[in-house]
């Protein structure tokens, strides 16, 4: 029997079929009494705290390829993407809505798996999935997810701008290990490597992250300066961050915190990896100086890990502003090494 | 000299010329303090009223042909058709977020265009362009908005569900405008009509449609009990508000409100196109009887052209549940008309 492919059955039945992939309390709860099937959904902020939104695109061929991830983790991983965002505003998620862009030559089969994965983690997080829309493309198949979500302090909230001289940097968990994944699905098949006991757990960060919700509370709650989640790569987006708080920073690159499996498969690449490799959907975070030693204590206690890995300084008048200070002690200034998604070929 | 594309210059750079394309209105304001720059934007809800949020996405050569469209009105429509289902919520607009999937081979000077187009219409209604993201995709430039607003009465919202046996059904404006503009569009160059003096106002139809918003807050205030926004044509939209709320509805097809220019220019199309022909972006609602004279006597005073074209009645056990009453009295079943995405061809 031909597999039931999206143009073979209506856009009604399509929206059902997806509905049905999620788990109940991700179709709709009492906070976000109307979902999927009206105009808009509609949800019951919370007073007093402010509404959180971001969006993030997924294009076939771009951002994942079908023969490297599965419909599941690629659900999983638009729901995460954006999650991420909200976490690195010290945010709660509360809905995301889904658009899909279809070629019609989908099947409904790997459709419903996709929003198998992304109920999973929306159920994790006792996130909503309000709605959306489906339409038709001609060759990219892509998804662009929305998030909503709330602050919890009363208003407060972490933004990039707030880093000051004399802050302390930090990231949370490890890096590169997305991007170690990435590149062992790229390995031939018989490379050693892809067959390492590390390796499933290096293509597991890279295909299903985690995003770090509770942490960016934490953050938030021990006074951090400045967050943002890392997306495009440690030396790319700490340069967002000092943008828009105007200042500079110094990276001690032997305390960047890189997980002993990459190094271990990947020892030439590790700390390019763990600098430009992007994808960890780890926090990166400014704290104040004062007070630093009662908030490290308390992340000790919430058994989060965060590293210290350099510092805020005055923004020089001219010339460049990220530095690295080597083991022996010297600085040496970082090329502008954002990604950019229409040159990195 | 060439003209400057998106992949000449930075994803930075092409972000803030973005935002420079709109109003200073439009990039923030004091209810949407953090918008386009950091992880997600910040709004600051209003108290006792429900957070609304939508979607669409409009894709090149299936929503739209830049041949047929300048970008400044694709930037219109891109924003419009998403208030649009805030105004069918009786919603509030308040800020939306834009991704773009971009070739790499725009203009850029299209694109701060197309920015400026939605700059207008989100300054008309105060809404802030907060953010969104930009992604690069092989062939298909699409865009997808998000829209987010609250209601206006103590959380008081028009769902699809509400409609009951007895209740009158309304639309506002008139339809098949926006059917007859893409129909001009699409006509030989040489074609007389192209040269109408109501053609350049049908084709603004399409074009650039009208959100209803303060039409969505009257027929709440004036106690709809349903409402919904016409994008995909009266039969197919009426539909989704039939199955929503288990009940059928009659329509008188000599009450459907045409403009005269449609029937003047297309008098054997003037039906088909205001029946299933789709983005007039107008309201369709239900209202109940009792107290319907003081509704409609407000609505006149509002200067809001709303027209009764049918009544709600109880739902057939089987069979079809969408009438039309032709000029004889005589009942007829409409075949299901929704528009399918897939199936359309």
Chains 1, 2 share one sequence.
Do not use: C
């Amino acid at each position: 029997m031909p597999e039931e492919r999206v143009r073979d059955i209506s856009e009604f039945e399509l929206i059902d079929r997806l509905r049905m992939a999620l788990p109940p309390t991700v179709r709709g709860n009492a906070l976000v009494p109307i979902g999927i099937g009206d105009d808009a959904a509609a949800w019951t902020a919370h007073a007093g705290e402010r509404v959180l939104v971001t969006t993030d695109s997924l294009v076939e061929g771009v951002h994942f390829r079908l023969d490297w991830t599965s419909w599941r983790d690629l659900g999983w991983k638009a729901l995460a993407v954006n999650l991420s965002d909200i976490a690195a505003m010290a945010g709660l998620p509360v809905l995301a809505t889904v658009s899909l862009a279809l070629t019609g030559n989908e099947t409904v089969s790997d459709l419903v798996e996709l929003y198998r994965g992304m109920g999973e983690l929306a159920q994790l997080h006792n996130v909503v999935i309000a709605g959306g829309d489906i339409v038709r493309t001609p060759h990219d198949f892509s998804i662009h997810v929305t998030a909503l979500g709330h602050t919890l302090g009363g208003g407060k909230l972490l933004t990039r701008a707030g880093a000051r001289p004399g802050d302390w940097l930090f990231v949370t968990g490890t890096l590169g290990a997305s991007a170690a994944g990435l590149a062992l699905l790229m390995l031939p098949a018989d490379d050693p490597r892809r067959r390492a006991t590390t390796a499933p757990r290096l293509i597991e960060a890279h295909l299903r992250p985690i995003p770090r919700i509770e942490t960016g509370w934490l953050l938030a709650a021990r006074n951090a300066s400045s967050a943002m989640d890392l997306s495009d790569g440690l030396f790319g987006d700490l340069e967002k961050i000092l943008d828009r708080s105007g200042v500079a920073a110094i990276i001690d690159l032997d305390k960047i915190p890189i997980a002993a499996a990459v190094r271990a498969l990947f020892p030439d690449q590790a700390m390019e990896f763990a600098t430009r490799g992007g994808e960890d959907y780890e926090l990166l975070a400014t704290i104040p100086k004062e007070g630093i030693r009662e908030a490290l204590e308390l992340f000790e206690e919430d058994d989060v890990t965060v590293t210290r890995i350099g510092e805020i300084i005055e923004r020089p008048a001219t010339g460049p502003h990220l530095f690295v200070r080597n083991p022996d002690g010297s600085l040496e200034a970082v090329a502008p090494g954002a990604f950019d998604h229409f040159k990195a070929e």
